[in-house]
């Protein structure tokens, strides 16, 4: 079959069409209607294979951390265990109310003992914070560097905690013969709220 018999094939009149051309028009609708399926079907289920696959992937990422944080699962509870311990410790050095008192008079007896000699020595109000109060001092003694130094070492041996703050070393106005000095510090103690006072100071204030 050459060009010519081609040109003279009848659209309308397939039937009739040799057998070769008959053969290469259905490979050519085969082809069509294949290419059809995958565009139309076979490439959404792909598109739908890829977006699982994905997810699969998101899933086990998932379960790897998780299963890394469970593997740590003990590890973190005696972490946590052996921060409470140290917080129940730490907290034992916070007096509660009935102490503060006594741990005033041991600062006073700190600076006493230290060779100092106070000109002021004045509780202000305290600050509440979420679990504890800080109660701050005003503190002015006359003393010597030496003297001075001890008695920052004796509040710091304390076995409450006991902060100093701002201080501020300077001369006598008048002239001392014994070379004493005057220095000026807040410090600061503190103590622990007991359950009715962290409960209120956790309460919204209202306006």
Wanted: proline share 4%; hydrophobic share 40%.
């Amino acid at each position: 079959m050459d060009l010519s018999e081609l040109n003279e094939l009848d659209i309308n009149n397939i039937g009739n069409w040799p057998l070769p051309v008959k053969m290469v028009l259905v490979v050519i609708t085969c082809i069509l209607v294949a290419g059809g399926a995958f565009w139309f079907d076979t490439q959404a289920q792909i598109d739908q294979l890829n977006k699982i696959q994905a997810e699969e992937n998101n899933f086990k990422d998932t379960l790897r951390i998780k299963a890394k944080k469970a593997a740590n699962l003990d590890k973190l509870k005696q972490q946590l265990e052996e921060m409470r311990v140290d917080f129940k410790k730490l907290s034992r050095q916070l007096p509660n109310k009935t102490e503060v008192a006594a741990l005033l008079v041991d600062i006073s007896q700190t600076g006493l003992a230290s060779g100092l000699e106070f000109e002021l020595f004045k509780p202000l109000a305290e600050n509440r914070k979420d679990f504890y109060a800080d109660l701050p001092i005003e503190i002015k003694v006359k003393g010597s560097y030496h003297e001075f130094g001890n008695f920052v070492s004796g509040v710091a041996a304390l076995p409450r905690i006991v902060t100093l703050h701002n201080i501020n070393i300077a001369p006598l106005k008048k002239e001392d013969p014994q070379g004493k000095l005057l220095m000026s510090a807040t410090a600061k103690t503190y103590r622990y709220l007991d359950e009715e006072e962290a409960s209120s100071q956790k309460k919204p204030k209202r306006k």
